[in-house]
């Protein structure tokens, strides 16, 4: 069991340009979610996946912001037409589900946008 | 989810218990308490949860009230690795989003 990895640690872009991350949750976990966190702030929930399937998603995540997990395994977040308010740490995090719904976070992805 | 009071920092030397306090008067009766930690720059850490009983782990242990409208969370010998912003998060079992507060900074002082 590795934990949950998230690829890259760190990304500066320039504002407009499309980032994506990665997360790879830890194997046999069905669920995985997605959080960011902003400076002095407590994560806030961005969306999450059920297997393969996108269950439910906050209104913090614009129609910029698109997440996936293809084959319920690994899933990446894409912001689209970047902008400075999107600066901030992504953090994934993954469960069983069901009866075992204790979150296993990632190291997070910290996003700088120029 | 029930929202949660915790003051926004405290210090405690090392050696010594760190006792963390979370007010969640509004908590539903099949709310659960969850404490998560965050060391700096990683993800926050899982440390123990509880329904009305008192729980202990490896890690810490949770005293809840028997009116269960607050809970302490105790380090029993903090170490220096143990200052982190500290959780106190008030949910259904099942739940699927975590809601986060702005913790306790907890500072172990050497």
């Known amino acids: 069991d590795t934990g949950v990895s998230q690829d890259p640690r760190h990304k500066i872009t320039k504002r407009g340009q499309n980032v994506t991350f990665r997360c790879d949750p830890i194997s046999e976990h069905n669920r995985l979610y997605w959080y960011r966190q902003t400076l002095g702030q407590g994560p806030e929930f961005l969306t999450y996946f059920q297997n393969e399937a996108q269950l439910e998603k906050s209104r913090l995540l614009s129609d910029r912001f698109s997440a996936e997990r293809p084959k319920g395994s690994f899933s990446t977040l894409e912001i689209q037409r970047t902008e400075q308010g999107d600066s901030a740490m992504y953090l994934c995090?993954?469960?069983?589900?069901?009866?075992?719904?204790?979150?296993?976070f990632g190291p997070g992805t910290r996003l700088l946008v120029l | 989810d029930a929202k949660t009071t915790q003051p926004p920092s405290m210090d405690c030397a090392e050696g010594r218990a760190a006792n963390l306090p979370c007010n969640h008067s509004?908590?539903?009766?099949?709310?659960?308490v969850y404490w998560y930690r965050q060391i700096h720059s990683q993800g926050p850490q899982y440390i123990i949860h509880g329904l009305k009983n008192n729980e202990t782990n490896e890690m810490a242990s949770l005293i809840i009230t028997e009116d269960r409208k607050s809970s302490t969370l105790i380090l029993p010998h903090a170490t220096l690795r143990d200052t982190a912003v500290y959780y106190c998060?008030?949910?259904?079992?099942?739940?699927?989003?975590?809601?986060f507060g702005t913790g306790t900074r907890l500072t172990i002082i050497p």
């Open positions: 998060i008030v949910t259904f079992f099942g739940n699927e989003k975590l809601t």
């Open positions: 509004t908590i539903s009766g099949n709310e659960y």
């Open positions: 995090a993954s469960s069983f589900g069901g009866s075992q719904e204790t979150q296993y």
